[in-house]
């Protein structure tokens, strides 16, 4: 994650004003999301869908579709005329196309803007991404009380909102960067063991002195504190996801034995050693463009994640403050060093490319929540910052589906249309494997098997 309310640099910043000003600045979104309210559409307990393409993972191609059958929340049968299904509800998408469900892989509720919600709208909140077919999501940094919540809303009615997997907290070091702080390996396992208790399917450490963006590093935990914590999680059975955006600082981590690296490689060129230390670790990474972006123009990214919001599900006044000078002159406020993100751009594209070309797996994530990246819609700017730096719209759709669901490891049951899998599958009247765009075309979503019309949102 790029910035947190919650973080407190002890260097010469005057929080209680950038507090005020911020929740000043997206005081509409909280009286825009406040009260969620969607009736979801009544269902027979077995669904057809017709007439349609549908996205192959393995080909990364639009396979002509004639019937897909949906039974007690997953796919029954594809593309099987004899296959009987009594008392379907029959949808005849008219030559439309259905793509599996999008995961943003770094999503957050804790931040930003959002921080000032209560616990009841900010469920409500994360239930919108349905809105943009988005079924699955990885919240990599999660407060006690909302994972609670979150956890109890998706367990009592799953297929109304969507998947749901955290890393608990954000353990860093004591006077650095991070949720839980802690300066020695007894604190870190005890921390350890607090996520897994309330539900962690993976532990993220912090490893980021910040000195990009400060101009003075913070302090970073020890090589053999890190090191201790990654055994000590994986020893737990819980993979380690490591936030870091410079190459040295990720070289250590993985030498330590980190599972992933998140938030996006923005200072420092990958090299040969680097690629190498990634495979054998068979490790995971995430750009998280759309963060970046949002600190370098937050204008011009206001604009673009407007473009995926077409019914202004997050308001319209909530773009405009995003865009305004006062939110540009809050992260000069925040971080001092912000204005050279946009030099450093080019090096988080090279990075990324050089990783993909290389054969490391490389998800998709957004890092929605944090000031400026918007819920839902900057998933899909996220896709189409991919398909700028070169990618095909299929690649940037087989990586929010199928590479996220793997990272997660969840591709058994999600991730690609398949016999056998859950239905979660989103529903478009134009072709995504074509343009991103098509998003905005988007028509219903389907979570394990229930329909949702987006205009119900």
Not at 193 to 206: E, P
Request: aromatic share 8%; glycine share 8%; hydrophobic share 45%.
């Amino acid at each position: 994650m790029i910035a947190d309310f919650s973080c407190r640099l002890h260097h010469r910043l005057n929080w209680a004003r950038i507090a005020s000003r911020a929740m000043a600045l997206f005081f509409v979104l909280l009286k825009t999301n406040s009260i969620l309210t969607v009736s979801a559409t009544a269902q027979t307990s077995s669904l057809e869908i017709v007439n349609f393409s549908y996205f192959d993972s393995y080909s990364k191609t639009m396979a002509g579709g004639s019937r897909l059958v949906i039974e007690g929340g997953k796919i029954a049968s594809l593309n099987d005329d004899t296959f009987a299904c009594a008392g379907c509800q029959t949808i005849d998408l008219a030559g439309g196309f259905i793509v599996p469900g999008l995961i943003d892989l770094h999503q957050h509720l804790d931040t930003g803007g959002f921080a000032g919600m209560d616990t009841n709208a900010r469920v409500s909140l994360f239930r919108k991404n349905l809105y943009w077919g988005i079924t699955t999501v990885f919240n990599p940094s999660i407060p006690k009380e909302l994972h609670r919540a979150v956890k109890s809303a998706t367990s009592k009615m799953p297929a109304r909102y969507p998947r749901f997997l955290t890393a608990g907290r954000m353990i860093g070091p004591t006077g650095g960067w991070g949720d839980l702080k802690t300066a020695t390996v007894g604190g870190l396992k005890a921390a350890i063991n607090a996520q897994i208790r309330a539900g962690a399917s993976v532990i993220k450490l912090s490893y980021d002195d910040k000195s990009w963006l400060t101009g003075e590093a913070l302090p970073l935990f020890s090589e053999n504190a890190l090191a201790a914590a990654i055994r000590y999680a994986q020893m737990r059975e819980r993979r380690v996801f490591v936030h870091t955006t410079q190459v040295s600082l990720a070289k250590k981590a993985l030498r330590a034995g980190a599972d992933g690296i998140t938030s996006g490689l923005i200072i420092g060129e990958v090299d040969a050693e680097f690629i190498s230390l990634m495979k054998s670790r068979r490790a995971a990474y995430t750009a998280t463009f759309a963060a970046f972006a949002a600190i370098a123009d937050n204008a011009a990214s206001a604009t673009r994640q407007k473009k995926y919001d077409p019914d202004l599900i997050n308001g319209a006044s909530l773009y405009s403050s995003l865009a305004s000078p006062i939110m540009k002159q809050n992260w000069l406020d925040w971080y001092p060093l912000s204005y050279l993100v946009g030099r450093h751009q080019k090096t988080l594209q090279s990075n990324t490319k050089r990783l993909m070309n290389s054969g490391i797996s490389v998800g998709l994530g957004s890092d929605a929540g944090t000031p400026g990246v918007v819920f839902g819609a900057a998933l899909l700017d996220e896709m189409q910052r991919h398909v700028d730096m070169g990618l095909r719209p299929a690649d940037a759709i087989h990586m929010a589906t199928m590479v996220n669901a793997r990272i997660l490891f969840l591709n058994k049951v999600a991730g690609s249309i398949e016999v056998g899998k859950a239905a979660d599958l989103v529903l478009l009247r134009e072709d995504p494997s074509q343009s991103i765009s098509a998003f905005e075309s988007v028509l219903y979503t389907i979570r394990a098997g229930e329909l949702y019309n987006r205009k119900e949102f």
